[in-house]
Structure formats: C-alpha cells, structure tokens
C-alpha cells in the first residue's frame, strides 16, 4: 500500500512530485496508446485527487490527444528525458492518474484490476482473483467514497 505523502519523479531528476492522498484505484491498462506511451507491454496506474497532486521540483512537458472515447487526454513528460509522469481527462478535471513506474516506491502500489485485457500481448496472465475488463474499466466501487469525481466539471 502506498502511503501518503508518497513522492515520484522522472528519471533524470528535472521533475519531482508529490501526491498528498491515497490513490482511489490502481490498475494496469493494456490499450495500444498506454503501449505507445511507454514503449513497454501496458501501462500502469494509480489515480489520485488532482488537487493532491503537486510538483515539487521542474516543471513537465504536455502531449494532448483525443481518446477513442472522444476523451481530452493531457499526458505530462519530462521534458528532458521523456519519461511518462501523469495523466488528465477533460472529461474528468479532478482526477490525475499517474503512471506507477514513475513512483519513488513503485512496488507499494496495490494493482488488483486490468483493463483493455483484450488488447493485451499473448504471455500476459493474470491473478485469478483480480478484477479484470476486456474494456474500459468500472470504478465505481473505488470511487464510492466521493463518486462526484467520476462526473465532468
Ligand atoms: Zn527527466
Ligand atoms: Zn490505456
């Protein structure tokens, strides 16, 4: 479990944040674009409140582009050595989610769902137990303690 405040950063150290809120769901995403973005097999992610979020050290380089949703999505990179820090939906201004990877303590995050499955390379398995959408994920049940969230605005 990660616990608050946890800090993360890229990896030449130009760029340096801290979150000051538990993340409400953790998660990887097996889509092409998270592939794209990371240049690995999926992407990995923990969504926290946007105004948790804060940059401590430099400031980060933005990439716009539409989601198959229909979705404004601003990925932020290290402008320096490109590596991949958070994310923002238009549709979803008080969410930030942020790639794992990018975490001080990676290995505390709690990752129990995957979504996009369908899309995912052929020797990836998963947890029996896990939850697991071939689509989109449903966050509902992580988001039940303030589910205005999950609405636009
Ligand atoms: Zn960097
Ligand atoms: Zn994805």
Redesign the pocket.
């Given at each position: 479990m990660l616990e608050v405040p946890f800090e993360g950063g890229c990896l030449c150290r130009a760029v340096r944040y801290r979150c000051d809120a538990p993340p409400f769901v953790e998660y990887t995403?097996h889509?092409l674009?998270?592939q794209r973005i990371t240049g690995s097999a999926f992407?990995t992610f923990a969504q926290v409140p946007a105004e948790a979020l804060s940059l401590t050290v430099g400031a980060v380089t933005e990439q716009v582009r539409e989601a198959d949703s229909g979705n404004r999505l601003t990925t932020s990179f290290c402008g320096s050595c490109g590596s991949a820090l958070f994310v923002g939906n238009a549709a979803r201004p008080r969410i930030r989610t942020l790639f794992v990877g990018s975490l001080d303590r990676a290995g505390d995050a709690d990752i129990r769902a995957h979504i996009?499955t369908k899309r995912r390379l052929p020797w990836i398995a998963f947890p029996p137990e896990h939850r697991v959408f071939e689509g989109t994920g449903d966050w509902r049940p992580d988001y039940a303690s303030d589910p205005s969230r999950l609405e636009s605005g």
């Open positions: 995403c889509c674009a998270c992407g996009w």
